[in-house]
Structure formats: structure tokens, C-alpha cells
């Protein structure tokens, strides 16, 4: 909650007075309004301070532990051919080496099904992380302000290409067609991920 209570005081501020600044003067109408406010959640991730480090290096991680598996397959199919060599099919000894590469081969099949559900996992919980801090600061900032809704927008902050058709599908699948630029929380929320990632940095110096 310090870390909350820092990124309101350094930024908080400005968006606050800009919302107030539209409310109605009225009190009557200021009561019975509902203060929406939106959050491009497409340019946070883009620019999040961490995100992208954190997601790289599980990759990093994930193409070491890919290249160790190949070696272990490899191994595993030179054995096969060593079983082909060195015995004849069919006899006991053929059999009784087969059985152990195929249990090699089991295990190597259930080690990569693991692996890669650890790496999963791993990706999950940084994206979980990420949007955990961002409803954070999207509550705090609706508690302190008196919003009720906070709706997620994206591609708000791009210069989209007509003529690309991945563009025109974003275009058209917005939700919101329009908003006022005192209401977007977005270079709120991001200042307050970056001021709480270079405390984070600041006491592990210390």
C-alpha cells in the first residue's frame, strides 16, 4: 500500500483535478452521476518496465532446456540403432535392452509434457502479476477519485493502417467508439508501474 500511496502523491494529483474539473457543479447530479474512466491495457503491456525481461528470459530458458532435450533424444535414437547392431530381433538380449530404451523413451516423453507445462506456468504467473498491478492501481486511483467504472480499451494509443486488415478487425471490434482524454487512466497506470519498479530497484540497492 506505500508503494500505492508514493505513485498517487507524484501523479495522482493532475488526473484528479482534470476529472473533477468535468464533474457537474451540481451536488444532486454529482451523486446520481457515474464516473467512468478507461485504461488502454494493449499500450501497458507494450511499455511495461518488467514484462518483456521477465517473459524473454523464461524463453531463454525454455530454448536451453529445448536444446538438452534434443540431446536426450538423440542419445535415445543412437541407442536404438546400437540395439539393432549389437543384437539380433527377437532374442532375449534384443528384448531385454529394447524394454529399457523404451522405458528411457516413456520418461523422456513425460519430462518434455512437464517441462513445458513448468514454462506455461512460469509465463502465466508474470501476465497474472502484471494484471494484478494494474487493477491495483486502476482501484486505487477509482477509490481516491469516485469512479465506478473503468472500462479496457485498446489500440487507442497506435497509429492503426486502414488498409491492413488486422488493423480494420481491431478497428472495428473496439467496444468504445469514443472517450474524452481526461478520462484515460492509461499514462497513470503505466508512470505508477514505472515509479513502483525503480523503488523495487532502489531497495535492492540498498
Known amino acids: ?112 509434457v512437464k517441462m513445458r507445462k513448468e514454462f506455461d506456468k512460469a509465463r502465466a504467473n508474470v501476465l497474472y502479476k502484471v494484471y494484478s498491478d494494474i487493477k491495483n492501481l486502476v482501484k486505487y486511483a477509482s477509490d481516491k477519485m469516485g469512479i465506478q467504472v473503468v472500462v479496457r480499451v485498446n489500440g487507442t494509443r497506435e497509429n492503426l493502417d486502414p488498409t491492413k486488415p488486422d488493423n480494420v478487425q481491431l478497428i472495428m471490434s473496439q467496444e468504445v467508439l469514443y472517450f474524452a482524454s481526461h478520462v484515460d487512466l492509461t499514462d497513470w497506470v503505466l508512470n505508477g508501474l514505472n515509479q513502483r519498479t525503480a523503488n523495487a530497484g532502489a531497495a535492492n540497492v540498498k
Open 1 to 112: 500500500m506505500r508503494v500505492w500511496t508514493l505513485v498517487a502523491t507524484i501523479v495522482l494529483g493532475s488526473f484528479a483535478t482534470s476529472v473533477v474539473a468535468q464533474s457537474p457543479a451540481n451536488g444532486q447530479q454529482a451523486a446520481s452521476q457515474t464516473l467512468i474512466a478507461v485504461v488502454d491495457v494493449g499500450h501497458i503491456l507494450k511499455n511495461h518496465p518488467t514484462m518483456k525481461n521477465e517473459i524473454e528470459a523464461i524463453e531463454a530458458q525454455m530454448k536451453a532446456a529445448d536444446e538438452q532435450m534434443t540431446q536426450k533424444r538423440d542419445s535415445i535414437l543412437k541407442k536404438m540403432e546400437e540395439l539393432r547392431e549389437k543384437y539380433t530381433e527377437g532374442t532375449a538380449e534384443y528384448e531385454r535392452e529394447e524394454k529399457l530404451i523404451a522405458e528411457q523413451d516413456t520418461n523422456f516423453r513425460l519430462e518434455i
